[in-house]
């Protein structure tokens, strides 16, 4: 599995940890920046995240903001991607499960570390059901 990660200046520090714990875990992934916490318009970063997963580069993303709906919303906007901004356990298995979605989106100052691994843990170990109503449902989207 290949992750496509990026963020704007409220997730810098957090995404630099990120890429480190998936390091770690020796889990591939693809840094689209930003590089440094020095301001930047968000949605570059989550066009960039979302083009690898629809190129087929990517099967994931996770995108880092102040509070991650900035992201989600931007993100949610290209055609293909399911974006999800969470900031509990349930809900990031929830919208895999239930909803496939592709894309993590996480606050930067409103979680913390620990939380955030937690987080993507459980996004990217955790498969779309296939249930034909949560298939069903998906299909509405567009």
Do not use: W
Not at 1 to 16: L, P, R, S
Request: hydrophobic letters at 40%; a neutral charge.
């Amino acid at each position: 599995m290949n992750i496509a990660i990026g963020c704007d200046q409220g997730g810098y520090a957090m995404k630099t940890e990120l890429m480190e714990y998936l390091k770690s875990k020796k889990i591939p992934f693809v840094d689209v920046g930003s590089y440094s916490e020095g301001s930047v318009d968000y949605p570059v970063y989550a066009k960039a995240v979302c083009e690898k997963i629809t190129s087929g580069e990517c099967e994931l993303g996770i995108l880092v903001c102040g509070t991650g709906i900035g992201m989600s919303m931007a993100a949610n906007k290209i055609k293909g991607i399911r974006a999800a901004a969470v900031s509990d356990n349930y809900t990031a298995q929830a919208t895999r499960s239930h909803n496939d979605a592709n894309v993590l989106c996480l606050g930067g100052r409103t979680i913390g570390i620990e939380l955030a691994k937690m987080l993507v843990d459980t996004f990217i170990s955790t498969p779309f059901s296939g249930e034909e109503r949560h298939a069903r449902r998906i299909s509405m989207f567009s």
